[in-house]
């Protein structure tokens, strides 16, 4: 049934983009009709997938460290009150900051390759991914932590068995932000300085006029970030079963 | 019937608290209270909303106040450490969403680091079936009823099988016919321990107590006001329990 709807959804976006196409007359290296696009993709397959990995990987290493990084400071703020003292105020630079402004520095200091790429998704979902986790272990319910310290429960066996599976749905909600976001940091990182990935051919394209494999390039951007959000978006209803109501995209 | 305790349960110490003291927002709740639960007995405590009946309980458990300070000394009668023998339940089951029935049963287990063996399988099992929720044991809280679920919780406490019970008004979301079940269940499984059920219900406390306390006033004072006769679980006409029932409620307006 979710399916049958994201395909009329996806079919039906395709058709008011073929009517903006026909009604306006808009020339092709204005804006291309869907048709164009998949001539496009048809053209130079090879292209494409060849910077289209590079892309998905600085994506995905960038979602697998930042998650990383973010699990293990909301640890570290929730069970060390001095850590919270210190580490809050940097989780809130880190997010004050524009990760658009530090797109230049990262590219000088770590250079034209993955690793900038894959900072710049690590910084752009360590946000979320940290406060949401850190908010889950903080409002574990009070009664659950009365009934584990009157049966003589170890602060460890606590965090395993009930602040950790508790702060699970709130983590979810940030990683599913995170994975939402994470190509954003690396088609920006792309943008500003690079010799690969779907970013740097897209501006490449942009700059010889050609639209059409611009689009191309985009929408397979967007392919992978949708089923990068429903892996993840399944891979964590898994994780917590024990709850219904699960992504902001139900009913 | 058959048991599900391979081992004797320890036998239940009373429980004293002398120099109870509770503070809340500057003010004295209680001060210098003393409280002796006698060993082996339902002590029942009632009184009007906010007069610290679940902080005095939380004292007794060891818990922290949720706000206010509080102090006192609590031991047992027998001198030996109490901590340790002391089981809690709460108004809310505090089930575990993500564990099945049998994993909440045997939560106390893992929460101490100790291996869970096929003996506590089997004498969780055994627990479950004698609050008749063995068929559930490998289903999740949330598909389980108010008064399943109350159960379960009650299973854990027995699977602890600690001699001295704190309740917290275990029963009081359930609905009538629920709760008496529940209340006679816990008559049943809970003799011989020394047993502190908190209620807002005057009729739980005369149908289970051995004897009923009240608390009340400000700052409060523990009255023990009546002692029901015959053996709990009793019943409303055949133990004459209306009329104390009027006489509770009398000492509770009062105190209101």
Redesign the interface.
């Known amino acids: 049934m979710r399916a049958i709807r994201l395909c009329i959804t996806f079919a039906g976006l395709l058709v008011l983009w073929q009517l903006i196409v026909t009604a306006t007359a808009a020339p092709t290296y204005i804006l291309p009709a869907p048709l164009d696009v998949a001539i496009a993709m048809a053209e130079r397959p090879g292209l494409l997938l060849q910077h289209a990995w590079v892309t998905f990987a600085e994506i995905l290493l960038g979602l697998l460290f930042g998650t990383i990084l973010g699990i293990v400071s909301a640890l570290v703020i929730a069970l060390f009150r001095p850590a919270k003292r210190w580490l809050l105020p940097v989780l809130v630079i880190s997010q004050a900051l524009p990760v658009f402004a530090l797109a230049p520095l990262l590219v000088l200091w770590l250079g034209y390759g993955m690793p900038s790429k894959v900072a710049m998704a690590v910084l752009i979902i360590y946000f979320p991914v940290t406060a949401a986790f850190y908010d889950g272990l903080r409002r574990t ?4 932590l ?9 602060r ?3 965090l395993r ?2 602040r950790i ?1 508790a702060a ?1 749905p709130a983590f979810g909600s940030g990683l599913r932000v995170g994975a939402a976001i994470a190509p954003i940091g690396a088609v920006v990182g792309e943008w500003v300085g690079s010799s690969a990935g779907l970013g740097y051919l897209m501006l490449h394209a942009n700059a010889r006029m050609q639209v059409d494999f611009m689009f191309a390039a985009l929408a397979l951007l967007a392919s992978f970030g949708l089923a990068l959000y429903f892996t993840v978006d399944f891979g964590l209803r898994r994780l ?5 109501e699960q992504s902001p995209f139900d009913d | 019937m058959h048991s599900p305790f391979p081992d004797k349960p320890q036998t239940a110490p009373s429980i004293v608290l002398t120099g109870g003291h509770l503070r809340f927002a500057g003010k004295e709740v209680f001060h210098n209270l003393h409280l002796t639960l006698p060993a082996a007995k339902w002590s029942c405590l009632l009184g009007p909303s906010g007069v610290g009946k679940t902080s005095l309980l939380r004292q007794l458990a060891g818990l922290r106040a949720e706000d206010g300070e509080m102090e006192g000394t609590v031991a047992a009668g027998d001198g030996a450490p109490l901590p340790e023998r002391i089981a809690y339940m709460a108004q809310q089951d505090l089930l575990l969403p993500w564990a099945t029935v049998l994993e909440n049963v045997l939560i106390g287990r893992k929460l101490r680091g100790e291996p869970i063996r096929p003996q506590d399988r089997d004498k969780a099992m055994a627990i479950l079936a004698d609050v008749d929720v063995a068929r559930e044991a490998d289903a999740l809280p949330a598909a389980l009823s108010g008064g399943m679920r109350q159960r379960v919780a009650l299973a854990r406490t027995l699977f602890e099988d600690r001699p001295v019970i704190l309740m917290d008004e275990p029963f009081s979301s359930l609905d009538a016919i629920t709760r008496r079940r529940l209340q006679d269940l816990a008559v049943r499984l809970l003799a011989g321990r020394t047993v502190l059920l908190v209620t807002h219900d005057p009729m739980e406390a005369l149908r289970v107590g051995d004897d009923i306390l009240l608390l009340k006033g400000s700052p409060a004072r523990i009255q023990a006001p009546m002692s029901p006769t015959g053996s709990a679980p009793r019943q409303e006409d055949r133990d004459g329990l209306w009329p104390l029932y009027a006489e509770l409620l009398k000492q509770l307006g009062a105190a209101a």
């Open positions: 319910e009070g009664g659950w009365d009934l584990a310290r009157t049966m003589g429960a170890t460890g066996a606590m068995h009930i599976p699970l917590t079963y024990w709850q219904r």
